[in-house]
C-alpha cells in the first residue's frame, strides 16, 4: 500500500495541509474550518445527498459537495458564496418542509445538528408550503421496546441506514419507497424486534435530528454520557468493564475475559456464585427482554480460566518499609490488603475467627458458595505477601496503631438482629446471621419440624433453604412485602419455594405465644401497605386477619449491624458505624476504614470498590501515588461489524451455564454497549474548534 502524500489547498484564505485520500469536507474541519454538512459523518461512506456540504471552486462553474470530492494540490475552496450559500438555503428549505415546525416538542431539542445549521444559516420555518408525508406511520413502524421512532423528524439523511449496513454489518434499515413516496424505515416494515437489529443503537448515536432516540429511562440520566452508555459497567460499583469480558467469554478467550475481571475485583469466583449482580438489573437487554445473565458468565469464565494469564501481570512495588494493619479479614479487608501489598507495604490482616472470609464464609450458605473457591481466591491474596493472623481479637484501633504505620478497619456488620424483645429471650430464636454461621461451622440448631422465618431479603431465604435441605418438615417465610416487591433475588424464591417453602406474603408478626421461654407460635395479621416515617415502620393491617401458626423454631432476618462500641476508640455514627471522610480516613490519625463498618450491610462487591479506593488514600497517606488501577489485558481494536443473528432478539435467557455453548449463546445476547462509545460526536459550528481557541 503506497503512503499517502501531503497537499496543500486554500480554504477560505487559510492554508489547509492534508493528505491524499482526504476529502475537502474532512480536511477542513481538521483544519479548523467549518463546512455546513448534515448526511455526511466521519465513519460513514459519502453520498452528498444533503447538498449543506456544498462549496465552490476556483476554475469549477458549479458547486460540488465538499463531503464527496477529493482533496488535491492547490486547490482554492470557498465555504461561502452566492452560489455555495443559495444552494445550501434552498437545500434546508426543503428539508425544512416536511420537517415539524416545533422543536421544543422534541427531546433532542438543543442537542439537534438540523437545529444547530438552522442557527448557522439563518434559515427559518417559513419560506415554502408545507409539505405532509402519507408514509409517516409506516417508516415510525410498531411500537419498540428500546428505540423510539419518531419519522416525521427524518429527513432521509441516510446515516442511520449507513450505519446498520456499513458499521454493524445488519442491514435491518433500507431506503423504501410506497406510493411513489420513499421513506427509510425496517425491511418488510415489521418492528425492530422482528428484523435483524442488535439493538446496538448505532442509528441512534448517528441520528442528526430527533427521529430515531433512545428509548426514555433506558439509560441512566445523571452520571456523564461515557458511563450511561455502558448501563452495566456504571451500575456494578466496581465499575468493571461487563462489555469487554462478556465479548471475550463469547469467544471462548475465558484467561482474558478473566484478565479484565481481575483488574476491578479482587473475588471475581465468589462473586461469580453469589454476586448481587446489580449489573443485570441495569441491563440494557432487560428493556427488550430479559438481562444478561452476567453473573453465570463471569462464573464461567473463571472456572475455565486455565491459563491465569492476569497472575503474570500483577506488578508489586517495592518494599516501602510502611506498616499496615488490616482489622478484619472478610471482602472488604483481604481487598485492602491486596491493593497496599501491591504498592509494596508490609501488610498484616487481623482476624477474630479461626478462618478468613468475614461473612462470605460464615454469612453464605454452603450450597450458595463452596468453600474451596473462597479459599482458592484468600490464597491468592496471601501468595501476593499479605500475612493473615486469626482468631485475633481487636479491642482498640488505636493500641493497633501504635505498632503500624497505618490502619485499616474492615470488621463489617457483623451482628443480627431480633426485633422483638420477647422472642430474643427465648432459647429457639436466632437471628439469620447467627443461624447462618453456626449453620456453615457444622453446628447447626436442632430447630424442630416447624420453621418460621421473619423477613423477605436473600438472607431470609438462605435460613430457609439451609433448613429444607437439612430435612425440616415445614418452613415458611413470613414478609412484609408483596410477591412482586420483595428484596430476594427471584431465584431464591422460586428456588426456595420448588424446595417446599412455603413464603406468606404481605404478613406482619403482631403476637407471639411461648411456653417455658421458648417460642411455640406466633400470630400474624395481612398488611395492606406499609411505609417508613419518621417515626419508624408504619402498617395497615387488615381487621380481623389473625392468624395463628405453631413453630418450633424462630429466625429473625431483618438486617443486621455493626458490633462496635465507643471503646473500640474511632467516632462512631449511626447505627455504630464508623465516621470517616471523603477519604476515608477516620478521627484517629492514620486509621482509616471501609466496607459496611462504614455504610451498614451493603454486597460484597461494594465493600470490594469500597476497600480499593480506600487502599488507594492509604497509599497516598503513606507517601505514595495511590494508583491501585491495575491493567491486565491490554484494549483490542473492537469489530464494528457485528453482523446479522438470526432470531437476535428472541433469544432466550440462559439462566444457569453448564457448558460452553450455553455460555457462548448468553455472552452473544449482550447488545455491545460500548460499541457506540466508539462513534465520535459531530462537532458543532459554534465549537471552540472552529473559532480557532
Request: aromatic letters at 4%; charged letters at 25%.
Given at each position: ?500 417453602v412455603d413464603v406468606i406474603n404481605s404478613a406482619a408478626v403482631v403476637g407471639l405465644r411461648t411456653e417455658n421461654g421458648r417460642v411455640v407460635g406466633l400470630e400474624y395479621m395481612h398488611v395492606l401497605r406499609f411505609g417508613f416515617e419518621p417515626e419508624g415502620l408504619v402498617m395497615e ?153
Open positions: 500500500m503506497s503512503e499517502a502524500k501531503s497537499i496543500t489547498m486554500t480554504v477560505d484564505g487559510r492554508t489547509v495541509v492534508t493528505e491524499t485520500g482526504k476529502t475537502i469536507l474532512d480536511a477542513s474541519l481538521d483544519a479548523g474550518v467549518y463546512i455546513p454538512h448534515l448526511c455526511s459523518h466521519p465513519m460513514l461512506t459519502p453520498q452528498g445527498g444533503c447538498k449543506l456540504c456544498s462549496v465552490e471552486i476556483d476554475g469549477i462553474g458549479a458547486c460540488v459537495s465538499a463531503c464527496a470530492t477529493p482533496a488535491e494540490q492547490g486547490l482554492v475552496v470557498r465555504t461561502t458564496g452566492e452560489r455555495a450559500d443559495r444552494l445550501r438555503r434552498a437545500a434546508l428549505e426543503l428539508i425544512l418542509a416536511c420537517h415539524p415546525a416545533d422543536c421544543t416538542s422534541c427531546t433532542a431539542y438543543l442537542n439537534c445538528e438540523l437545529q444547530a445549521l438552522l442557527q448557522y444559516t439563518g434559515v427559518v420555518h417559513a419560506r415554502l408550503r408545507r409539505i405532509e408525508k402519507r408514509n409517516t406511520r409506516l417508516a415510525s413502524g410498531p411500537p419498540n421496546p428500546l428505540i423510539k421512532r419518531e419519522a416525521e423528524r427524518c429527513i432521509q439523511c441516510g446515516r442511520c441506514v449507513r450505519a446498520c449496513k456499513e458499521l454493524r454489518g445488519v442491514g435491518a434499515l433500507e431506503y423504501r419507497k410506497r406510493g411513489g413516496e420513499s421513506y427509510v424505515g425496517v425491511k418488510d416494515d415489521v418492528s425492530l424486534a422482528e428484523s435483524d437489529c442488535r439493538f446496538c443503537g448505532a442509528c441512534v448515536e448517528l441520528c442528526p435530528t430527533g427521529a430515531i432516540q433512545d428509548m426514555p429511562g433506558i439509560f441512566p440520566s445523571d452520571v456523564p454520557r461515557v458511563r450511561a452508555l455502558t448501563p452495566c459497567k456504571n451500575a456494578c460499583p466496581a465499575h468493571t468493564d461487563v462489555c469487554t469480558y462478556v465479548r471475550l467469554a463469547e469467544q471462548g478467550r475465558y484467561a482474558d475475559a478473566v484478565s479484565v475481571i481481575r483488574e476491578k475485583l479482587t473475588f471475581p469466583h465468589v462473586l461469580g456464585h453469589v454476586c448481587t449482580h446489580k449489573c443485570e438489573y441495569d441491563c440494557k437487554r432487560a428493556h427488550l427482554d430479559a438481562a444478561l445473565s452476567i453473573r453465570e458468565i463471569k462464573r464461567f469464565a473463571v472456572e475455565n480460566d486455565a491459563d491465569r494469564a492476569w497472575m503474570r501481570k500483577v506488578g508489586k512495588c517495592a518494599a516501602t518499609g510502611k506498616r499496615v494493619a488490616v482489622i478484619g479479614a472478610g471482602p472488604a479487608g483481604l481487598t485492602a490488603a491486596w491493593h497496599l501489598a501491591r504498592k509494596g507495604h508490609t501488610v498484616i490482616v487481623l482476624e477474630r475467627e479461626s478462618l478468613p472470609g468475614g461473612l462470605m464464609r460464615y454469612g453464605i450458605p454452603l450450597y450458595r458458595l463452596p468453600r474451596a473457591d473462597l479459599d482458592a481466591e484468600i490464597a491468592i491474596i496471601e501468595d501476593i505477601g499479605v500475612k493473615i493472623h486469626t482468631d485475633t481479637e481487636v479491642i482498640s484501633a488505636p493500641a493497633v496503631k501504635e505498632n503500624f504505620d497505618a490502619v485499616v478497619v474492615a470488621v463489617g456488620a457483623h451482628k443480627g438482629n431480633i426485633t422483638d424483645a420477647e422472642a430474643a429471650a427465648c432459647e429457639n430464636v436466632w437471628s439469620a446471621l447467627d443461624f447462618c454461621r453456626l449453620s456453615n461451622m457444622g453446628k447447626i440448631p436442632n430447630i424442630g419440624d416447624a420453621l418460621t422465618v421473619v423477613g423477605g431479603g436473600n438472607v431470609a431465604f438462605d435460613c430457609a433453604r439451609i433448613a429444607a435441605k437439612a430435612g425440616v418438615k415445614t418452613v415458611r417465610v413470613l414478609c412484609l412485602e408483596k410477591r412482586d416487591r420483595m428484596l430476594a433475588d427471584e431465584e431464591e424464591v422460586e428456588a426456595a419455594l420448588a424446595e417446599g393491617k387488615e381487621e380481623n386477619s389473625e392468624t395463628l401458626v405453631a413453630t418450633d423454631s424462630l429466625i429473625y432476618a431483618v438486617g443486621q449491624r455493626i458490633d462496635l462500641t465507643h471503646t473500640f476508640g474511632l467516632a462512631l455514627g449511626r447505627a455504630n458505624s464508623v465516621v470517616i471522610d471523603a477519604q476515608y480516613a477516620t478521627d484517629v490519625e492514620g486509621i482509616f476504614a471501609a466496607g459496611d463498618v462504614t455504610t451498614g450491610t451493603k454486597a460484597i462487591v461494594d465493600a470490594i470498590a469500597s476497600a480499593k479506593a480506600a487502599a488507594s488514600a492509604v497509599d497516598r497517606y503513606l507517601g505514595g501515588d495511590g494508583a491501585t488501577d491495575a491493567v491486565y489485558f491490554e484494549r483490542e481494536e473492537t469489530v464494528d461489524a457485528i453482523g446479522v443473528v438470526g432470531g437476535f432478539s428472541k433469544i432466550a435467557r440462559i439462566a444457569h451455564i453448564c457448558d460452553e455453548n450455553a455460555e457462548k449463546t448468553e455472552a452473544g445476547r449482550c447488545l455491545q454497549c460500548d460499541l457506540r462509545l466508539k462513534i465520535p460526536k459531530v462537532k458543532y459550528w459554534g465549537d471552540k474548534h472552529f473559532r480557532g481557541v
